[in-house]
């Protein structure tokens, strides 16, 4: 059977670069000629590299799941940071449809959906396919969970014809049923591979976030779905692979790699050599005279802040090898030292003292002091632009606190409680007396703060569209990412969200 698109050939050899390959595209190629220049090793590879950019850089998927909630945002400083709104309007939930931020990750996404199926018809190995099925069935719970619309076809469909689209509860069941499906081929490790645990982890967010899918106005969580999410974390629990850190910061560190015992699945980057933009996680918020010289951006919120206790291990920590520049891992807020312990001053000469209070568009004198910044990736000094931190998608803690929910939701508060505070014990944070779902949602915003869960949370529980500092409440249209342009034009399928 010939291969139906020669744009397909391009998309998928332009990340080799080779100029004799171009030779060879001139005419239609049947599969067993395209085999000959392309591995299904070099296609997964490719896949995995796909989702750098869209998870680890700080204007993608992250920008959408953080900026858009109660724990992050991005102010204009003066002149610095406009960007013409891009990023206040992610946190007043005013963006429009041709944001190019949310644009670019929905069809950055789309192409990991298009690479990973189209490794499917290059005869991989058994373990190879399971792979690339896990890794386009997480993508598609991400965009099913930003855009609730996710193109796709089966391998072997005709390349001219445009694809189909999978919604809500539909998509929700393909990514269950996939998962079960290639779980027994999965390997056991590493975790910066697709690995058994992390189908269970991803499993346990499908059967969790179904009914919040299916109707993201009035969420309903079906005692089945839930049950699933326990048995799931049960399973998880008793392999005994996994204990919650007794150092919370291990687990973002530059050598998580190899200190972590809570990473279930990362994504690899390989200090001084290659990897994503992981070091926007602190670059983004350090201010230019702070060791690395930052960017000056990014922030967390007074209120936000306030809700964790003084001594809990997850808001400050002088984690060593990233205190060496001053600064500590967590929260910085108060005056900052280099790291010989001589105070800092901003670019006027003002003390270089993080406030609590924060807007988003400030002009006065203060303007590059204000707002909380936030290290939740130690930073690491040795491996330049390259970063050797792996950026974190699911860890045990999450595993934890998904089947306290689902007891909660079921009727076991009591046992939801003692999970909890089994990890607040872990955190150096005192007990909770009892739980409900605010407690619970809270808790979830502590343990996973800037891990890319927030808005999702907050939809879950019904939370999302609330007003909080700098954001009014906001209508039912925000509950949905709009659908960029581009798709729209090529894809008549597709269906613009409403409200946009």
């Not at 090793?41 to 858009?68: C, I, V």
């Not at 993080?354 to 909380?372: A, W």
Request: with cysteine; proline share 5%; charged share 20%.
């Amino acid at each position: 059977m010939k291969l139906k698109s020669l744009i397909m050939l391009a998309i998928l050899f332009g990340a080799f670069a080779c100029t004799d390959l171009k030779e060879e595209l001139r005419g239609d190629l049947t599969k067993d000629q395209a085999q000959q220049f392309v591995s299904p090793d070099a296609l997964l590879k490719n896949a995995y590299n796909g989702l750098r950019t869209p998870f680890m850089d700080q204007s993608r998927f992250w920008a959408a799941q953080e900026h858009t909630t109660d724990e992050c945002l991005g102010p204009t400083r003066g002149p610095d940071w406009d960007d013409n709104g891009v990023w206040r309007v992610l946190h007043d939930h005013t963006w429009s449809a041709d944001h190019s931020f949310l644009g670019d990750t929905y069809n950055e996404l789309l192409q990991v959906v298009f690479t990973t199926t189209n490794l499917l018809d290059f005869n991989p190995t058994t373990q190879q396919a399971a792979e690339a099925r896990y890794l386009r069935a997480f993508v598609m719970f991400c965009l099913t969970d930003g855009w609730d619309q996710v193109p796709f076809r089966q391998p072997g469909e005709n390349l001219l014809n445009p694809p189909n689209v999978v919604k809500g509860s539909a998509a929700m069941d393909f990514v269950i049923s996939e998962l079960n499906e290639i779980m027994g081929d999965l390997p056991d490790g590493p975790t910066n591979r697709a690995n058994k645990n992390a189908a269970k982890v991803l499993l346990m967010k499908a059967y969790l976030n179904k009914g919040a899918f299916a109707d993201r106005q009035a969420p309903k969580f079906a005692t089945g779905d839930m049950q699933q999410v326990i048995t799931l974390a049960d399973q998880i629990i008793n392999s005994g692979s996994y204990t919650l850190e007794d150092s919370y910061f291990d687990n973002f560190a530059p050598n998580n790699d190899q200190v972590s015992s809570e990473n279930i699945w990362t994504g690899e980057n390989q200090g001084g050599v290659s990897s994503g933009n992981v070091r926007s996680r602190w670059f983004c918020g350090l201010h230019y005279n702070q060791n690395p010289s930052g960017w000056n951006g990014f922030a967390t919120l007074s209120d936000f802040y306030d809700s964790f206790e003084q001594n809990d291990a997850r808001r400050y920590d002088e984690y060593p090898g990233s205190f060496v520049g001053g600064v500590n891992a967590g929260f910085l807020v108060g005056l900052q030292h280099d790291g010989s312990g001589n105070a800092l001053q901003d670019r006027k000469g003002n003390p270089l003292a993080f406030t609590p209070e924060v807007k988003l568009k400030e002009t006065g004198n203060n303007l590059e002091i204000t707002g909380i910044r936030v290290i939740k990736y130690p930073i690491d000094y040795n491996g330049g632009d390259n970063a050797d931190n792996d950026y974190v998608f699911f860890r045990y803690a999450d595993v934890l606190l998904m089947k306290a929910e689902a007891m909660l939701r079921t009727g076991d508060a009591g046992g939801a409680l003692g999970i909890v505070n089994q990890i607040r014990s872990a955190r150096n944070a005192s007990a909770m007396a009892s739980l409900d779902e605010a407690a619970l949602l809270a808790e979830r915003g502590r343990e996973l703060y800037w891990e890319g869960w927030r808005r999702q949370d907050l939809i879950r529980f019904g939370k999302f569209l609330n007003a909080w500092q700098e954001k009014p409440a906001s209508g039912p249209e925000r509950l949905l990412f709009p659908i960029p342009a581009t798709a729209l034009a090529v894809n008549p399928n597709l269906v613009q969200n409403p409200g946009y």
